[in-house]
């Protein structure tokens, strides 16, 4: 049996980007140690590894890393094309496995991942923290507690002009861009709120001349209960008010709706107008960025809900959930190819 006293000992694979977040985000929570890192590029790892203080052991090979360092599981955050791989290196030694959204690069990758994680009896966990969000999860609460009585329609919006692709550059040479990037997150949403979905009609353009996947992405898609859901994705979408990166929510249910607005304010709305209006801020760390930090926040909440599962108990974002996930985002772009509805 476990020792939930004893730390866990993790090996952060990629110190690109995102890692800073996710090592700042780690270190908030007591119970898991940071004792080696990989990256390709040794100066990477070297340098996080300096910023963060760390006194981690370094690798620019993972094979290496596997064979000689004592861990009890990986965080994987790497680009998506190699997330395949390293599950699979570390599940065959043994390990438990964290890993960042997209999970895989197409459906039949993530499939082995998370069939490979199962037949080696290792642990598969992805970091899907979006909807960890404070709002989303307030939001839940409201719509579980009954308030608008039974939901028939909803609209989940993440729509920016944000220039994305200023510090993330490699977005723009993605075939695929926003239902793997952002649908990703705003599909798990809609799963997390709404439950699973019988059927999809997806719609993508490409707005920005300078990109190669598509920017915009509309789905419209049925619940298993008949309930109707409206998820729009765009990164090219001048309004009035800027809301990156902040996901918003209409819930329309027989008593009233649920709307989860602009700088984080949720407004429950009946018949006799609008009875409660609450801002939900998200914890403020002091390595956020600030433009970010209803995102970076989130990471914390995520990873502790993971270390709950990699110690044994329920986590929300397991490998098999996600892939219910990843099945969306493939079918979405299924059905814009094909132009027809698409049934899940």
């Given at each position: 049996m476990q020792n939930h006293k004893a730390k866990l000992r993790c090996a952060i694979i990629g110190t690109g980007f995102w890692a800073n977040y996710q090592i700042a985000a780690w270190l908030e929570i007591p119970g898991v140690q940071i004792v080696a890192l990989y990256d390709r590029t040794k100066?990477?790892?070297?340098?996080?590894?300096?910023?963060?203080?760390?006194?981690?052991?370094?690798?620019?090979?993972?094979?290496?890393?596997?064979?000689?360092e004592n861990i009890d599981f990986v965080d994987i955050i790497t680009d998506v094309d190699s997330h395949e791989m390293f599950t699979i290196m570390a599940a065959e030694k043994g390990l438990d496995v964290v890993c960042q959204k997209p999970m895989a690069a197409n459906l039949e990758q993530a499939d082995n991942m998370v069939a490979t994680c199962k037949n080696a009896g290792v642990k598969f966990f992805i970091h899907e923290n979006f909807r960890w969000q404070a709002p989303i999860?307030?939001?839940?609460?409201?719509?579980?507690?009954?308030?608008?009585?039974?939901?028939?329609?909803?609209?989940?919006?993440?729509?920016?002009?944000?220039?994305?692709?200023?510090?993330?550059?490699?977005?723009?040479?993605?075939?695929?861009?926003?239902l793997m990037d952002i649908g990703s997150h705003v599909l798990d949403i809609c799963r997390f709120l709404f439950g699973e979905f019988s059927s999809l009609y997806c719609l993508t353009q490409?707005?920005?001349?300078?990109?190669?996947?598509?920017d915009v992405a509309n789905v419209l898609m049925k619940t298993t209960s008949g309930m109707h859901c409206y998820a729009e994705m765009s990164y090219a979408s001048i309004l009035e008010k800027e809301a990156f990166p902040q996901t918003l929510a209409l819930i329309e249910g027989e008593k009233g709706s649920l709307h989860l607005t602009n700088d984080f304010e949720l407004k429950v709305i009946t018949r006799s107008g609008v009875i409660v209006s609450e801002i939900i801020n998200p914890k403020m760390y002091n390595w956020l960025d600030p433009a970010y930090a209803v995102v970076h926040s989130s990471i914390v909440d995520c990873n502790?809900?993971?270390?709950?599962?990699?110690?044994?108990?329920?986590?929300?974002?397991?490998?098999?959930?996600?892939?219910?996930?990843?099945?969306?985002?493939?079918?979405?772009?299924?059905?814009?190819?094909?132009?027809?509805?698409?049934?899940?």
């Open positions: 100066k990477k790892a070297e340098e996080v590894n300096e910023k963060f203080r760390l006194n981690a052991t370094v690798y620019d090979d993972y094979s290496t890393l596997l064979k000689i999860r307030k939001l839940k609460n409201a719509l579980d507690a009954g308030v608008i009585g039974k939901p028939f329609k909803a609209r989940v919006s993440y729509c920016s002009a944000f220039p994305v692709f200023d510090n993330q550059s490699f977005l723009a040479m993605l075939d695929r861009f926003i490409t707005v920005n001349p300078v990109i190669r996947g598509e502790v809900d993971i270390l709950n599962g990699l110690r044994g108990g329920f986590c929300e974002t397991t490998g098999a959930d996600n892939l219910k996930t990843v099945d969306l985002v493939w079918k979405s772009y299924e059905s814009a190819a094909a132009a027809k509805k698409i049934t899940i």
